[in-house]
T-cell receptor
Framework: DADVTQTPRNRITKTGKRIMLECSQT?????MYWYRQDPGLGLRLIYY???????NKGEISDGYSVSRQAQAKFSLSLESAIPNQTALYFC?????????????FGEGSRLTVL | GQNIDQPTEMTATEGAIVQINCTYQ??????LFWYQQHAGEAPTFLSY??LDGLEEKGRFSSFLSRSKGYSYLLLKELQMKDSASYLC??????????WGAGTKLIIKP
């Protein structure tokens, strides 16, 4: 089983619908992140959380919200989806104590908004 | 502003050597990362450099020059499974990662 699990892996929805992407991890890391990836662009940070009580906006947080329900769970919501939110979304974790700050990514959630 | 530049696509031959370059401009600097991403999969960590010089790890090596804002990833003895995108990312003074768009490496037999 993957250490960082995302659900759903694929989702097609319509404009205006509410969507939640979920992420859970078994690595015991405190730090969790949500990124989106678009063709021709680098990964862009949406939100990040350094512990259960800590939530921070990233580069492109508008139109998104997050919830850190537990150390192991970090969900991303799109309150009213729009077509330009069509993208591949990645959850990632990192260990605060690690020398390199290496990120461990989930398998990705491909979202299509029609 | 902050920026990462890397070539969009490169082609190389199985068994050969290829060097993927990355230049960066960030507000402060706390290290340079390389990740590998196969099509449709998650990125996976390859290397981290924070000091100038070459770090070797098997067939892969990564080089950093902080004064030039430059890094490269060197892949030796290329195998077909090395066909993937290679992502360069620099960490700024706030420990935020700035990502390049990735270099798609195509390996031909």
């Amino acid at each position: 089983d993957a250490d960082v699990t995302q659900t759903p892996r694929n989702r097609i929805t319509k404009t205006g619908k509410r969507i939640m992407l979920e992420c859970s991890q078994t690595k015991g890391h405190d730090r969790m992140y949500w990124y989106r990836q678009d063709p021709g662009l680098g990964l862009r940070l949406i939100y990040y959380s350094f512990d259960v009580k800590d939530i921070n906006k990233g580069e492109i947080s508008d139109g998104y919200s997050v919830s850190r329900q537990a150390q192991a769970k970090f969900s991303l919501s799109l309150e009213s989806a729009i077509p330009n939110q069509t993208a591949l979304y990645f959850c990632a974790t990192s260990d605060e104590g690690a020398d390199t700050g290496e990120l461990f990514f989930g398998e990705g959630s491909r979202l299509t908004v029609l | 502003g902050q920026n990462i530049d890397q070539p969009t696509e490169m082609t190389a031959t199985e068994g050969a050597i290829v060097q993927i370059n990355c230049t960066y401009q960030t507000s402060g600097f706390n290290g340079l990362f390389w990740y590998q991403q196969h099509a449709g999969e998650a990125p996976t960590f390859l290397s981290y450099n924070v000091l100038d010089g070459l770090e070797e790890k098997g067939r892969f090596s990564s080089f950093l020059s902080r004064s030039k804002g430059y890094s490269y990833l060197l892949l030796k003895e290329l195998q077909m499974k090395d066909s993937a995108s290679y992502l360069c990312a620099a960490m700024d003074s706030n420990y935020q990662l700035i990502w390049g768009a990735g270099t798609k490496l195509i390996i031909k037999p």
